[in-house]
Every structure is written in structure tokens, then in C-alpha cells.
């Protein structure tokens, strides 16, 4: 089992990857990670013995910045990153205004959001502080993600109507046929 040194070393040590936390560096963006699937495929590529990398359908970036908590904020800084880097699939969202969206209570930094996400093994991010260090959120743990479990977070498990967006995102995704060894949890 993956531990999480280990997984901060794969990361370090896979070039695309740094260039792209690199790259997301340079906005010196408040609170910011790159999360979700950057930092889960790898888990499971890893863990399946890919040798290459599953393409990701977008690299989501996320920050906390109240007082620039508009969606326009948010396309401007994408159109920066395609023009750094055109070939990556950029997503970017300010956590200071997604709760709204998410109908929950406001959050209070990008590591709460990520709390907040729909699965264990999903709410994961890896951020690079000015002095090159890799710093890994997982406010949930590492343990489902390295045990290749899909599971809800606490936000999911409760409200019907967000047990419903869990099973139909996990539908959707059908992460199973890219990671078949991965175990899918109802709810």
C-alpha cells in the first residue's frame, strides 16, 4: 500500500506533472491545488501497473480568493493557463464561491472544498509552495484512494438528493472500465 511519501514522490518524480504544478505556480494564486484526478490517476495507474498515463479529461485547479469570487476571474485565469500551456485541458474554480453552486455552507479554505467533494478517493490535491515543496491535502485520508475503494464522503452519505448526484457521477464516470480493479461503493 502507497503511503504518502510515496505518492509525493511519484508525483515529483513524473515531469509532467511537476512542469504542470509549475505552470499553475506562476498564477501565485491564493490557497491553490491542483486536485482530484492529477492526483488520483496516478494512485491507480500506479496501483494497476500502467506504464503509461490515463489521460485525464481535465486538470482542476482550484483556489480560495474571496474577494475575486466571480466566474469571470475564474475563465480569465484559464485562458492564461491554455495560453502557458494549450495542450492541457484546464478547469479552474474559486472555492470562495462554489458552495453556492454546491448548495452547502460557504467554505473556509480549498482544503474544506475538497472535503466537500463527492468521493473519498477523489478529494485529494497537491499544491507547490514557492520554495518547490509538494504538499499533499487529503482530508479524508489516502486509504481509499490507495485501496482502490470509491466511496462517498460524509457531505454524500446523508441527503437523498446528494446520494443521487454521487450515484449518478459515479455512473458517469465508469471509472471501472479504465481502473477495473477499483471497487465502486452504492448508496
Avoid at 490515463?54 to 469571470?72: M, N, R, S
Avoid at 462517498?152 to 471509472?175: A, H, L, M, S
Wanted: aromatic letters at 8%; glycine letters at 2%; one cysteine or more.
Amino acid at each position: 500500500m502507497l503511503s504518502e511519501e510515496e505518492i509525493l514522490c511519484m508525483i515529483q518524480e513524473d515531469e509532467w506533472m511537476m512542469d504542470t504544478l509549475q505552470t499553475v505556480r506562476t498564477l501565485k494564486l491564493e490557497d491553490w491545488w491542483i486536485c482530484a484526478g492529477f492526483v488520483r490517476s496516478i494512485i491507480w495507474d500506479v496501483m494497476h501497473q500502467y506504464e503509461k498515463r490515463t489521460p485525464l479529461p481535465d486538470i482542476d485547479v482550484i483556489y480560495f480568493d474571496q474577494q475575486h469570487a466571480d466566474e469571470k476571474t475564474d475563465r480569465a485565469l484559464e485562458a492564461k493557463l491554455h495560453t502557458l500551456k494549450p495542450d492541457l485541458p484546464w478547469s479552474v474554480k474559486n472555492q470562495a464561491r462554489m458552495h453556492t453552486r454546491n448548495q452547502t455552507p460557504p467554505y473556509k479554505s480549498s482544503v474544506d472544498a475538497m472535503s466537500k467533494f463527492p468521493e473519498t478517493a477523489t478529494a485529494l490535491g497537491v499544491t507547490l509552495t514557492p520554495h518547490g515543496k509538494l504538499i499533499l491535502a487529503a482530508p479524508h485520508g489516502i486509504n481509499d484512494a490507495v485501496t482502490l475503494q470509491v466511496k462517498p464522503t460524509p457531505c454524500f452519505q446523508e441527503d437523498p438528493k446528494r446520494k443521487e448526484i454521487y450515484r449518478n457521477r459515479v455512473t458517469k464516470k465508469n471509472w471501472k472500465k479504465a481502473w477495473p480493479k477499483i471497487s465502486v461503493y452504492s448508496i
